[in-house]
């Protein structure tokens, strides 16, 4: 039976749907985690690893494994990625190389590498906060988006108009890696940050599965809602795209070649782009499938027969175990993800019309993925949803009607901090 560990940060949405898929597979599973866990009491199912330090982390893993031996090691979530490439490394595991999932944590250096592949790119550099930000306004093209260099999910990403806005949401963003949790989360990138020209026009996102080098297309979504800024809070995922033939066509050709760019060449890929009348371009790319429990929206037929409808967790899971991927087609009705959006800033208090929410047709599931008491911050500084919507429909316009249909039913009562 092949032996898989887990990476799990505490503060994963997706542990869930990785045991569970380990377990329809008949896997062994070990979890390693930031955060001691109940587990530990069974060492050869849990570790406690410094998720952070990647070295640090990676020889703990070493040490593990040499009392546990393990097949695979698989991180489910950006928080794993970089411990996993380097845990694999030294102890010989089929994996990514450590330089090339460095690059997709790193913005700049995801920025820079596409550049130099001749990739579609937005004009960017990297400023550090000590410069004077009405400085470096003067040689800014406007409009543009502000990041920061290694957090996810769009936190501390800014559109500023002008030069006046543009030394606002620097201020802004100086202000928000100052913050403990956040500086720890962003490291020795804490005190930089990202400019990028400002790309108009519609975003897709595309799930793939890299096999030798070889991109594998599982998903392409659109986004029906158009993300403009001043933040880029994303909301409706829906697959199959709607885009012609040829533009799909495009989408993965760039993405293929921005895999080779940094260097990835197995494993899930998921990337980000923007579409205009320029080209697709990438966005962002990362060495993970799709976040949150948006993958639940996603089942395929790998050839087992009737009834083998398999999870997109499984399907990492195969691969990186060496299980046999005969075939992998996604199930053809359309179907999509609604991400919460954050109702605003307050501590959680109640929910109301979830079960109304849960009964609008063609809805598969609503999940309220934070409990009663949980603090929301909006973006740019926040950035956990509440919860999922899933639809499934014949086209992907009914998904999105149901989608929007079921969320116009959630109230979320708010107490003021």
Do not use: W
Request: charged residues 20%; proline residues 7%; glycine residues 8%.
């Amino acid at each position: 039976m092949p032996r898989v560990l887990l990476l799990i940060p505490s503060a994963s949405y997706r542990a869930h749907d990785f045991l569970a898929a380990a377990g329809r597979l008949g896997l062994d599973v070990a979890v390693a985690s930031d955060v001691g866990q109940p587990l530990n009491a069974f060492p050869e199912r849990s570790l406690t690893a410094d998720f952070s330090d990647v070295e640090a982390g990676a020889a703990t893993i070493a040490r593990y494994a040499d009392s546990y031996p393990v097949d695979a090691i698989v991180p489910v979530d950006d928080g794993g990625t970089a411990l996993a490439a380097r845990a694999s490394e030294l102890l010989r595991l089929p994996a990514n190389a450590p330089t090339a999932v460095g690059a997709t944590r790193n913005k700049a250096e995801l920025r820079q590498l596409l550049a130099e592949a001749g990739l579609p790119s937005p004009a960017f550099r990297v400023c550090a906060f000590n410069e004077d930000a009405a400085a470096v306004a003067t040689e800014l093209s406007f409009p543009v988006v502000v990041k920061p260099l290694a957090l996810a999910g769009s936190r501390g990403v800014m559109r500023a108009d002008d030069a006046g806005a543009f030394v606002a949401v620097v201020e802004r963003l100086r202000r928000m890696l100052e913050q403990p949790a956040t500086a720890a989360a962003c490291g020795a990138t804490a005190d930089r940050y990202l400019v990028e020209g400002y790309l108009p026009g519609d975003e897709v996102a595309l799930e793939g599965l890299l096999l030798d080098g070889s991109l594998q297309v599982l998903a392409l979504f659109d986004k029906p809602d158009r993300l403009e800024g001043p933040f880029f809070e994303e909301t409706i995922y829906v697959t199959p795209s709607r885009l012609t033939a040829e533009r799909q066509a495009e989408i993965r050709e760039v993405s293929a070649r921005a895999a080779l760019a940094l260097g990835l060449t197995r494993g899930p890929l998921h990337v980000e782009l923007r579409l205009n009348d320029a080209g697709a371009f990438p966005i962002d790319i990362a060495s993970r499938t799709i976040g949150g429990h948006c993958a639940r929206c996603l089942r395929f037929d790998v050839g087992e027969g009737a009834g083998a409808a398999a999870s997109l967790e499984e399907i990492v899971l195969r691969q990186a175990v060496g299980l046999s991927l005969e075939r992998l087609e996604r199930e053809t009705p359309a179907s999509g993800v609604m991400m919460i959006p954050t109702p605003g800033a307050g501590r959680l208090h109640a929910v109301h019309g979830l079960e109304e929410a849960r009964g609008v047709p063609l809805v598969s599931e609503v999940t309220i993925a934070t409990p009663l008491g949980h603090l929301f911050v909006p973006l740019p500084e926040g950035g956990a949803y509440p919860g999922f919507i899933f639809a499934r429909a014949e086209t992907p316009e009914a998904v999105v009607g149901a989608l929007r249909a079921s969320h116009a039913r959630l109230r979320f009562e708010l107490e003021p901090v």
